[in-house]
């Protein structure tokens, strides 16, 4: 069966895409017939050490006779598992129905020779030539018309059923071969979901997603207000699809739609592995964009993954370790699970402006801190360049001369702690008492209309996140609607979208003995992007026994006191009120633009047996630090290390009868810790010690037998 007997199976009008796709792989393996492997043995258990240090490897770009030469030299510097595939589609399946897998089978058994597993990539982020060239409609459309060429990656229409089709296909048949594999430990399916599509079946598809989301028109039309600028739709395919400067109701139902669509696409994948490959195979993706990206929920793209995993990236210039450490925090938040970086820099990049190389033992720092926030395992993009194509000058492992680079030596010396801090670190992970929340409606609606434009959401984010992380604290970044017992402490900068059930959970945190901090810009919307009728924060304003009577953008500082202390707000203040009378006031506002004068900036109450707060403006540094010191005291967050130098960041894995501590130095000088109790130097097997001596980007693996 060709792929064009698919096509035509595909094309009877009732059956739905995952149907089909079922159908399909049902055909392929009925076709194809399962010759399983020498190597198949489900129960064979992989050699794998517990923590990973590894590189992205694509055997399909050198002559097989070298890839012993590379396996060796990753070997010897403590690689323990490669990722491979992931753009190798025109040598997995060279013409359409015609398919290649030995040499993938040879290049994983060679390399289970050198101790290295594998994870395989599914190819479907770089179609061949000769499926787009004769199915063009798999080629994506950009919102101004343009359809996509062959010739770099990304090109492919991710709605498109007849690209998922072939999609299906090559990953099922990868799984059918390697679904047993004893060396192979996982997946990646496609590689940094990315562009959208505009296309006239896209928009067709995103109406008939819009019905089923609102049932009927008047619905539609009552959550987008349409009646402003006579927007009213009398038919669903007269509802367009457009990328900016649409109505927020709209804008916010195409990033749903675009998060729907990616996690179909996904799935897709996902069924023909899973139908095939033995449990312990884990099915990721590598989610890109420095973490932060919003273009779909990444929450939701987690869900269906067994694992989550991203691709850590600096660019130019050094790590900035707070903003690095809160995208790990994020990422572990998306399935709130331990995670793989699933690519590092080693050293530079080749896509930022000035392509500056991390300074020796920068990365080594990276590495450890990667792991210290709960990754499992780090791997290097990549191994080797290409000779040609787009990425020449990136950073790698070894030269085009096949020999190790400088950079060699550092990944030797991380790989060799790695080896060294396994057992140490088996089935360990962070665990937090203060949960800040992210949502990425919030996000939406806000970068929509930012009525700011230096309201950095991030920023913001981090202005709350750093004064936590110098307390020494563990600090979960999760989803808003995520389950919250546990916490002692809840924080949620910019929650823009507050729905009436969101709502009702966070009033049960607190009612419950939380205590929850809303930050500014909070409450103002509902789930359709539509202004809570309720000033901020919208359904919170009763507990809360207080609101926002208005907001101000600010082009300027204005002067913050209370019992807290003094300082500034820039950017955003919002003007709050006290409704209750045991609604009390933690900051003001000094004199300003006359409506913010003397008005209150913080607000708390005590609600059940927990605390609800509500600070409406962004801080400066000292002021902010002042404030979450108030937080964590009030809600009686216990400190979980010592206290630290400047710029040494500590990071706490809890098992169950043990804690290890990373102490990480990102000065560029040296930094002596004293600890509070004696503990066991991981990295210098074993020694028991007091005093923890960190050289320049130095590290240290801790381990304290209690909890
Ligand atoms: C992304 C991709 C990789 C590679 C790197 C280069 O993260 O996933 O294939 O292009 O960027 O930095």
């Keep these: 069966m060709t792929n064009e007997h698919l096509t035509r199976i595909r094309m009877r009008p009732h059956w739905k895409m995952r149907d089909l796709c079922g159908f399909a792989l049902a055909a392929i393996l009925l076709v194809a017939g399962v010759t399983r492997s020498p190597a198949a043995d489900s129960s064979a258990i992989s050699p794998a050490p517990s923590l990973l240090l590894g590189a992205a490897w694509y055997p399909e770009q050198w002559p097989e006779s070298r890839w012993d030469r590379d396996l060796s030299l990753m070997e010897a510097s403590h690689l323990h598992v490669v990722r491979v595939g992931e753009f190798a589609w025109s040598r997995m399946e060279p013409q359409e129905g015609r398919y290649d897998l030995d040499w993938l089978e040879r290049a994983v058994r060679l390399a289970e020779k050198h101790h290295i597993a594998v994870v395989l990539g599914t190819p479907t982020d770089a179609p061949p030539a000769w499926l787009t060239s004769k199915y063009p409609d798999t080629l994506r459309v950009d919102a101004n018309g343009r359809r996509a060429e062959h010739g770099s990656r990304r090109q492919f229409n991710y709605a498109s059923p007849r690209y998922r089709i072939f999609c299906a296909d090559i990953a099922g048949r990868m799984a059918q071969r390697f679904g047993h594999d004893r060396n192979v430990i996982g997946w990646q399916i496609g590689n940094e979901y990315t562009d959208e599509s505009?296309?006239?079946?896209?928009?067709?598809?995103?109406?008939?997603?819009?019905?089923?989301?609102?049932?009927?028109l008047d619905a539609l039309n009552e959550h987008w207000a349409t009646a402003y600028w006579s927007q009213t739709y009398d038919r669903w395919?007269?509802?367009?699809?457009?990328?900016?400067?649409?109505?927020?109701?709209?804008?916010?139902?195409?990033?749903?739609?675009?998060?729907?669509?990616?996690?179909?696409?996904?799935?897709?994948?996902?069924?023909?592995?899973?139908?095939?490959?033995?449990?312990?195979?884990?099915?990721t993706t590598n989610l890109g964009g420095l973490a932060w990206t919003d273009n779909f929920d990444h929450y939701q793209i987690a869900r269906d993954l067994t694992m989550a995993s991203w691709d850590d990236y600096v660019g130019q210039g050094h790590l900035n370790a707070a903003r690095n450490g809160a995208m790990h925090d994020l990422v572990r938040g998306w399935k709130r699970a331990p995670f793989w970086v699933m690519e590092a820099q080693p050293g530079s990049v080749n896509w930022a402006p000035v392509n500056t190389t991390l300074d020796r033992g920068e990365t080594r720092a990276m590495a450890w801190q990667a792991v210290g926030h709960g990754a499992d395992a780090v791997l290097y993009w990549q191994w080797r360049s290409a000779l040609n194509g787009q990425e020449q000058y990136h950073g790698a492992i070894v030269g085009p001369d096949g020999e190790p680079l400088p950079f060699y030596s550092e990944v030797s010396e991380i790989g060799s702690e790695f080896e060294r801090a396994g057992a140490a670190l088996k089935d360990t992970a962070p665990v937090a008492q203060v949960a800040l929340l992210h949502s990425y409606d919030s996000r939406w609606a806000i970068d929509f209309q930012p009525h700011n434009r230096n309201y950095d959401q991030l920023e913001v984010l981090l202005d709350w996140y750093r004064p936590l992380r110098a307390q020494g604290l563990t600090v979960d970044v999760i989803g808003a609607d995520a389950p919250l017992a546990g916490y002692k402490l809840v924080v949620a900068p910019s929650l823009n979208v507050i729905s009436s059930s969101l709502a009702k959970q966070l009033l049960a945190y607190v009612q419950q003995g939380g205590a929850l901090v809303l930050g500014p810009r909070s409450g103002m919307k509902d789930e359709y992007n539509a202004l809570n009728v309720q000033r901020q924060p919208g359904p919170l304003v009763e507990p809360l026994g207080g609101r926002v009577e208005q907001y101000y953008a600010l082009d300027g500082t204005v002067p913050v006191s209370g019992e807290l202390g003094a300082g500034t707000a820039d950017v955003w203040a919002e003007q709050l009120s006290t409704r209750a009378a045991d609604t009390s006031v933690l900051l003001r506002y000094g004199k300003s633009n006359?409506?913010?004068?003397?008005?209150?900036?913080?607000?708390?109450?005590q609600v059940g047996k927990g605390r609800i707060s509500y600070l409406g403006a962004v801080l400066d540094a000292n002021l902010m630090r002042s404030a979450i010191a108030w937080m964590t005291q009030t809600a009686q967050v216990e400190a979980e290390f010592g206290a630290l130098p400047e710029d040494v960041e500590v990071c706490r894995r809890v098992g169950r009868n043990h804690s290890v501590y990373i102490l990480i130095n990102h000065a560029s000088a040296a930094k002596e810790i004293h600890l509070s109790a004696p503990m066991m130097d991981v990295l210098h097997e074993g020694p028991s010690v007091t005093v923890a001596n960190l050289e320049a980007h130095g590290v240290a693996v801790l381990e304290a037998q209690a909890n």
């Design 198 to 216: 505009f296309d006239a079946a896209t928009l067709a598809q995103f109406q008939q997603w819009l019905r089923r989301r609102f049932g009927t």
């Design 237 to 283: 395919d007269e509802i367009p699809l457009v990328a900016s400067g649409g109505n927020p109701g709209l804008l916010l139902e195409h990033r749903h739609f675009v998060t729907e669509t990616w996690r179909d696409f996904q799935q897709v994948q996902l069924e023909a592995i899973r139908r095939q490959a033995d449990r312990r195979q884990f099915i």
């Design 594 to 605: 006359g409506w913010l004068d003397g008005q209150p900036a913080m607000i708390t109450r």
